[in-house]
């Protein structure tokens, strides 16, 4: 864990409300969100479906801009920002999806490589060097040259992974990462993620049902109904 006594945190989200639609279809979807993430912690979102946890994982990380409150990621406002702005925001971050998302026309060296498409002043030849590095520290130096097709599901979260955090990011958001991998292959992933985050110093926000990789968080979120929990709902999560 860094030492966080001296920085302000990574993602601070207050009095944070956001709707879906506009006029009478306007639905309410967070209700007043209050929270703080610091430097290297790893924070699990868990509750039921619908609660809002995907929600507020994509504002965190910039993918849409927040409505009401206050939310701030890296010290930058997000609430109103404008594209350009949440552009700015995701250069930072690093993105793990159930399903994968990765390109079947190419290998997994060429799906790593674009975690790096971003950063215009790394050149092709460092790109593929440490795009070949990501691969091997997720343990498929053997398989670099392999296209989707040909790799296991937990296979695919390999290079997934390997794509997000190639270039090193401040943030990782994970969204239901173990849905679709077996018991084993769910635990080596998350572990790999908790491992090479550690490492780099990043901050990692996954959401999750999965109650049996709860353990490596640093602190538990229960959100339901678009609200944040507190600590007795989550402590019954996890006993669970």
Do not use: W
Not at 95 to 116: D, E, K, P, W
Not at 213 to 232: F, V
């Amino acid at each position: 864990m860094l030492n966080n006594s001296n920085f302000q945190p990574i993602i601070s989200v207050n009095n944070l409300n956001h709707y879906f639609g506009k006029g009478q279809l306007r639905k309410q979807v967070l209700f007043d969100i209050t929270l703080e993430i610091n430097a290297g912690e790893i924070i699990i979102m868990t509750g039921p479906s619908g609660s809002g946890k995907t929600t507020l994982l994509t504002l965190s990380g910039g993918l849409r801009s927040a409505q009401e409150g206050s939310l701030k990621v890296l010290g930058k406002e997000l609430c109103g920002a404008n594209e350009k702005q949440l552009t700015e925001i995701r250069r930072n971050n690093g993105y793990i999806f159930q399903a994968h998302n990765l390109h079947g026309s190419l290998t997994a060296l060429q799906n790593v490589r674009m975690g790096l498409e971003l950063h215009k002043h790394i050149s092709p030849a460092e790109m593929i060097s440490r795009s070949q590095e990501m691969l091997e520290l997720v343990g498929l130096g053997n398989r670099i040259n392999y296209y989707p097709d040909d790799l296991s599901g937990g296979q695919k979260q390999r290079v997934a992974i390997a794509r997000a955090l190639v270039g090193k990011p401040k943030i990782v958001l994970a969204d239901e990462p173990t849905a679709a991998l077996d018991k084993k292959s769910g635990r080596d992933v998350v572990e790999l993620m908790q491992k090479l985050a550690k490492e780099q110093g990043c901050t990692i926000l996954l959401v999750t049902h999965d109650n049996r990789i709860l353990d490596i968080a640093d602190k538990i979120i229960y959100m339901e109904d678009g609200y944040l929990k507190n600590d007795s709902a989550v402590n019954a999560v996890v006993s669970s």
